[in-house]
Structure formats: C-alpha cells, structure tokens
Nanobody, 127 residues
Framework: QERLVESGGGSVQSGGSLKLTCQASLYDYSRDCMAWFRQVSGKEREGVAR????????YYGDHVKGRFTISRDNVKNVLYLEMTDLKPEDSAMYYC????????????????????WGQGTRVTVSS
C-alpha cells in the first residue's frame, strides 16, 4: 500500500471547483508538516499549500492565495485541498507530501524539505 495516496483530481472548466484528498498512513500523517505541491511537465515542482499538525497558520503559494484552502483531519489521517475559481494555469499533477515540523514555519517552501511523497492526482482546467 502507498503511504500517501492522492485522489479527487479530474477535469473541470475555468471557474470550477475540486477537492483533493490525501490518505496517509498513521506514521506519515503524524508528521507535523504536510503539504500539496503541483508540477507541469518540464517545469519545477511548485509549492501550493502547507499545514502543521495544529493547523494554526497554513501557508499558501502566491498563485493560489484566496482560492485554495488546505485542511487536515487528525482522526482520519487525511489531508485535503479545496480548490475554487480554478484557472487553466492551475492544470498540473498535484502531489501530497509530508515532512518534519521545522518545515512549516519556514519563510520559503521547497520540495526538497519534504521526505515522503504520493504518486499524484491530475487536475485539468479548460478555458
């Protein structure tokens, strides 16, 4: 079984909404910092959002602020990403990741700081 498994991707029109889910093992979910990244073929992996276990101060990438919401369920070991007002430039493969507690308070947001990754779920937004 995969330790992090994403689902909920799909194809929507511009302005639509999707909710992504990341089901984690107890070990990986217990990590204090979890995040969503996205990547387009040929480009660098981009940080979308991250959240600590306490969920006190979520961080969002500049391109998704005000449109996406990250949350986590510490009972079911699930990470969510609610996406609204989707744009064609949001089209990408979306990945769930987990890391150490020290990662979430950082001013930067780097994929190399996260140790465990899911296989991704694809989001396609048409104009």
């Amino acid at each position: 079984q995969e330790r992090l498994v994403e689902s909920g991707g799909g194809s929507v029109q511009s302005g639509g909404s999707l909710k992504l889910t990341c089901q984690a093992s107890l070990y990986d979910y217990s990590r204090d910092c979890m995040a969503w990244f996205r990547q387009v073929s040929g480009k660098e992996r981009e940080g979308v959002a991250r959240i600590s276990r306490a969920a006190g101060s979520p961080y969002y990438g500049d391109h998704v602020k005000g449109r996406f919401t990250i949350s986590r369920d510490n009972v079911k070991n699930v990470l969510y990403l609610e996406m609204t007002d989707l744009k064609p430039e949001d089209s990408a493969m979306y990945y769930c990741a987990s890391g150490h507690a020290m990662v979430c308070p950082r001013s930067d947001f780097r994929p190399t700081d996260f140790e465990t990754w899911g296989q991704g779920t694809r989001v396609t937004v048409s104009s």
